[in-house]
Nanobody, 128 residues
């Protein structure tokens, strides 16, 4: 069983930066592609960013491209989301997720159904 624990969410002013982290427990970390999603009040959960198991490929939602960077440390079993130039509309609960890659060659990072495990979420609030 995999456990994901997010941290780093807080109240920040618009234009500021924040780094979210997600600690992965329970299985072989580099066998999992990792994703970040977010859910704003009254809205559906949406894709933010993702990174493959070996860290060689990343993907970003158009709404955050250029402002957000996803990275992972396969020794520490952590994945991070660096967010810069934060906007009020970035306010949301951010979720870390794990997609077991196995021997698949395909990767569908935007598809929530691909992900097998989810963290409990961390709240990011951007004040305008």
């Amino acid at each position: 069983q995999v456990q994901l624990v997010e941290s780093g969410g807080e109240l920040v002013q618009a234009g500021g930066s924040l780094r979210l982290s997600c600690a992965f427990f329970g299985r072989t970390f580099n066998m999992y592609h990792m994703g970040w999603f977010r859910q704003a009040p009254g809205k559906e959960r949406e894709f933010v960013a993702a990174i493959t198991g070996n860290g060689g490929n990343t993907d970003y939602a158009d709404s955050v491209k250029g402002r957000v960077s996803v990275s992972r440390d396969n020794v520490q079993s952590t994945v991070s989301l660096q967010m810069n130039s934060l906007k009020f509309e970035d306010t949301a609960v951010f979720y870390c997720s794990a997609d077991w890659a196995g021997d698949r060659t395909s990767w569908y990072p935007h598809n929530e159904m691909q992900y097998d495990y989810w963290g409990q979420g961390t709240q990011v609030t951007v004040s305008s």
